[in-house]
């Protein structure tokens, strides 16, 4: 017997109803604040992900599913705003759109140990706003995410935020990471040690105890920053304490990736565990110069669904709640029913039948697991009538309604 790829998972129609739910939602906030989606390939090359993300990166170096075919590498998305900086390049975005706002629904894929809530193929609901620099997009990007979370009805989320600056500003925090830690090198776990050299800041999202000990004993100020990131950043926050956006200015909030410059945030939940993260963003100003565009000012967000899912706890049972059931007893009764089926149908009216031979008892049984409100029932009685019983499950009332009259009665 076959069995699922290790990290991977089946989404069964129970649960797909609350994905497609979040999707519904999702699209709806995004269209609140004009954002469109896009949907760029599952496949890149894999030099776009070594050039975005840093070759230092743990993703470049461990997690990315790469195929090799002849001379060419190319590698399954693990991240979507490389994808959609290219396709921005690619299709002249700038040029004949100007300032764009993208968001994207889809899967990603990164080769790590699977665990809760952290899967192989993963994921992610994001977005993207590409050609400003202006921090009031800062404050509604960050406004945006608080938005979706509450729509989600998740609660008991923090919202941390932090600025690495330019790129200027992030070299200097970098060299004073790697001045600061150097005399902590023996409290290191041997992956940070390595990182000390190549990339200083994924040391301060490292998950090890010790390693969190020495990140917190750090003394990091934001006098890295210039003048100019420093105002940013202060609008910034002016900002999200107009819109009374609760959030915690966190010195040790960095994200690992190279493209990050300037505002960054996480979003975290209390009944995660210490894997809290259900969302991260920031901006990424330099990524469209250095992958071939024009500069031009970008941020962007995404959260993990099936992090989504776990921080709302909730069983959501939404399936059938406008379905309409049929219940056909006897041969004419079937040849009847395709007929009431493909009117309902034609009327937008969700509905199905008992293809499994079950008696009236089982059918109603059927119904009430599939949570339909109202069954209808036709017999031969009803056809020599022209009749058929409508029953509402709920309050297990039930009456006779003439078959031409069932949209009208429904509705």
Same mark, same amino acid.
């Given at each position: 017997m076959f069995k699922k790829?290790?990290?991977?998972?089946?989404?069964?129609p129970e649960e797909a109803i609350i994905w497609q739910r979040l999707e519904e939602i999702s699209r709806n906030t995004f269209a609140l604040y004009n954002f469109r989606e896009i949907r760029p390939p599952l496949i890149e090359e894999a030099a776009l992900f070594n050039r975005s993300l840093g070759e230092s990166t743990e993703i470049v170096q461990k997690q990315m599913f790469l195929i090799h075919n002849k001379d060419e590498a190319y590698a399954l998305r693990p991240e979507g705003t490389a994808p959609i900086v290219?396709?921005?390049?690619?299709?002249?975005?700038?040029?004949?759109?100007?300032?764009v706002k993208l968001y994207y629904i889809g899967p990603m894929f990164r080769l790590e140990r699977p665990q809760k809530g952290r899967l192989r193929q993963f994921h992610h609901i994001g977005c993207e706003a590409i050609g400003s620099p202006d921090p009031a997009l800062d404050v509604e990007i960050i406004a945006l995410a608080d938005n979706l979370l509450?729509?989600?009805?998740?609660?008991?989320?923090?919202? *941390? &935020? $932090?600025?690495?600056?330019?790129?200027?500003?992030?070299?200097? =925090?970098?060299?004073?990471?790697?001045?600061?830690?150097?005399a902590k090198l023996?409290?290191?776990?041997?992956?940070?040690v390595n990182r000390l050299e190549n990339n200083p800041l994924r040391i301060l999202d490292c998950k090890n105890d010790a390693c969190q000990e020495v990140a917190l004993g750090l003394s990091i100020s934001e006098s890295y920053l210039c003048p100019g990131c420093q105002e940013?950043?202060?609008?910034?926050?002016?900002?999200?304490?107009?819109? *009374? &956006? $609760?959030?915690?200015?966190?010195?040790?909030?960095?994200?690992? =990736?190279?493209?990050?410059t300037g505002t960054v945030f996480e979003i975290a939940q209390k009944d995660l565990g210490s894997q809290d993260a259900i969302g991260a963003?920031?901006?990424?100003?330099?990524?469209?110069?250095?992958?071939?565009g024009e500069e031009a000012g970008a941020i962007g967000f995404a959260f993990g669904v099936e992090r989504l899912l776990l921080a709302q706890n909730k069983n959501i049972n939404i399936q059938g709640k406008n379905l309409v059931y049929l219940i056909t007893l006897g041969e004419p009764a079937k040849l009847e029913g395709l007929k009431v089926l493909d009117e309902l149908r034609k009327n937008g009216v969700p509905c199905d039948t008992n293809y499994e031979d079950k008696s009236l008892k089982g059918a109603l049984r059927k119904a009430n697991n599939?949570?339909?409100?109202?069954?209808?029932?036709?017999?031969?009685?009803?056809?020599?009538?022209?009749?058929?019983?409508?029953?509402?499950?709920?309050?297990?009332?039930?009456?006779?309604?003439?078959?031409?009259?069932?949209?009208?009665?429904?509705?």
């Open positions: 790829v290790s990290g991977t998972k089946d989404i069964l290219r396709a921005y390049i690619e299709n002249n975005l700038n040029k004949t759109n100007g300032f509450r729509n989600f009805s998740i609660a008991g989320y923090t919202i *941390k &935020i $932090n600025s690495l600056g330019c790129s200027p500003d992030k070299k200097k =925090l970098v060299d004073s990471l790697r001045k600061g830690l150097k023996e409290k290191l776990c041997p992956e940070c940013h950043f202060n609008k910034v926050r002016a900002g999200l304490d107009f819109l *009374k &956006i $609760n959030y915690t200015v966190n010195p040790q909030l960095v994200r690992g =990736l190279d493209y990050y963003g920031g901006r990424y100003n330099n990524l469209v110069q250095e992958l071939g599939l949570n339909s409100r109202l069954v209808l029932i036709i017999g031969d009685n009803e056809i020599e009538k022209g009749m058929v019983t409508l029953k509402d499950m709920r309050s297990g009332e039930q009456k006779e309604i003439r078959l031409k009259d069932i949209i009208k009665e429904i509705k």
